[in-house]
């Protein structure tokens, strides 16, 4: 089945401790990125890559980081989280610059 | 920079009767709209886009939505509502002066179908 996995679906953090949020898909997808979801604020892009060893910054990428080593993978990296990072984050991935995107069930990460 | 409203925070319809989503947008150069919903604890779905050619898409579940380039809209309509498309509706815009990566979302609009 075509799809964009993530894991863990759900994740409780303290302050400060380092986090990996993964972000696999198998329908060989050039284009990938990832987003949060508040309330009221619709979907906001933190980070997107076009290519292996190809990511820039979207529009909220402070106190993230990404890495593409792999064509298929696309972790999405806190250092430092904090609690204004508690967030519903979603990873997407087209195969074209103007392809629909499939998204992943999501993350809900809390920070306490 | 390019920019996208929804600017209703939900619609409620009844069931059988048409159902319109409205979302306007803003870009340099030629814009590229899509839509999504999201149903509760799911991820986003894709539901169509407009890239060119002509002005009325059609996409999932009998849904579509209108180009307007004058009045820079892209709203999304469905001629008889069903309980079943109560869910939470993004539309989306990129150009083609940007890179693809700035796909930007608008707020949402919670769409409710009573029966």
């Known amino acids: 089945e075509a799809q964009v996995t993530q894991n863990p679906r759900y994740l409780i953090t303290v302050t400060g401790k380092k986090l990996t949020v993964t972000c696999s898909q198998n329908?060989?997808?050039?284009?990938m990125s990832w987003y949060r979801q508040d309330p009221g604020l619709g979907l906001r892009q933190i980070y997107y890559?076009?290519?292996?060893?190809?990511?820039d910054k979207g529009d909220v990428p402070e106190g993230y980081k990404v890495s593409r080593k792999e064509k298929r993978n696309f972790p999405l990296i806190l250092e430092s989280p904090s609690p204004n990072q508690t967030s519903l984050y979603f990873c997407?991935?087209?195969?074209?610059?103007?392809?629909?995107?499939?998204f992943g069930s999501g993350t809900r990460l809390t920070v306490v | 920079a390019q920019s996208v409203a929804q600017p209703e925070d939900q619609v409620n319809v009844a069931e059988g009767n048409p159902l319109t989503v409205k979302c306007t947008y803003s870009?340099?150069?030629?814009?590229?709209l899509f839509w999504y919903v999201q149903y509760p604890n799911r991820g986003l779905q894709f539901l169509l886009k407009?890239?060119?050619?002509?002005?009325l898409v059609k996409g999932s579940y009998g849904f579509e939505a209108e180009f307007n380039k004058s009045q820079t809209s892209f709203h999304l309509k469905k001629p008889s509502a069903l309980v079943s498309d109560s869910a939470l509706y993004f539309c989306?815009?990129?150009?083609?002066?940007?890179?693809?990566?700035?796909?930007?979302f608008g707020a949402g609009t919670q769409v409710v179908v009573t029966p």
């Open positions: 997407a991935s087209s195969f074209g610059a103007v392809g629909g995107y499939t």
């Open positions: 407009y890239i060119t050619g002509d002005n």
């Open positions: 329908m060989n997808h050039e284009y």
């Open positions: 989306a815009v990129s150009s083609s002066r940007d890179s693809w990566g700035k796909l930007q």
């Open positions: 890559s076009m290519n292996v060893e190809v990511t």
């Open positions: 870009v340099s150069g030629n814009p590229y």
